[in-house]
């Protein structure tokens, strides 16, 4: 990927041109256990050939010689130890050991899942309950709503629900989303509402079975797009306004795995 820079072409109002990206060089530890999520649902769909087989072999041992490392997280910030990225590590490490080629790695990749969630839970839970987004720091995160919904944590377990229910009571409006307080700012003057923490609540609350919550933060978010149906990163819900990237692909992808779940579980 190369460095970010400008091409010195107009944009829409406040927005700059930019190709490359500026986090190019940066250890995103989280990215691993996306990785194996992906591959073992492709396993889980006889689509798993050879080489996907080795990229789980070569994330699972990524992993395993990384997670207890300081890395930038999902948001792309400042290297710590972020919780999402160790929880979600686990989930990857969990859903690949289902479809592992033997009971020898089998055991070996949940033990290692056990041992980086034992671990988190110990330095990143919250005195009230919910997780907090690093050892370091007792703030909520958007990203934290996530490991329940990619099958480490049951639905009903106390973190899930402490963790959901101070997520939408401090860091939502109007059903908006954000994705975690940067200062004593109120969150709209601090960044837009980010449009996939919007899906992610959705499919949070799809994940404890609340079907009008789950319909009400699907819909809301999936109708602040532009006239041609494309997501920005950000949404300014005061001038009802697309803000930052756009378009932006990690919306877009929330909200189809968001509808494909939504459609699923609907009658035909």
Known sequence: MPDQRTLGLPGYPGGFDRIGNHVNRQFQLDVFGEALLLLAAAARQDRLDRDGRQAAEIAVAAIGSRWSEPDAGIWELADRAWTHSRLVCAAGLRRIADV??????????????????????????????????APDDTGLDAALLLPPVRGLLPADGPRTRATLRAYTENLTSDHYAYRFRHDERSLEEAEGAFLLCGFVTALAEHHRGRKAETYRWFERNRHACGAVGLYSEEYDIAQRQLRGNLPQAFVHALMLETAATLARDTPA
């Open 100 to 133: 592992a080629p033997d009971a020898a790695r089998k055991g070996e990749w949940i033990e290692l899942a056990d041992t980086i969630l034992a671990h988190t839970t110990a330095h990143a839970v919250r005195p009230d309950g919910h997780w907090q987004r």
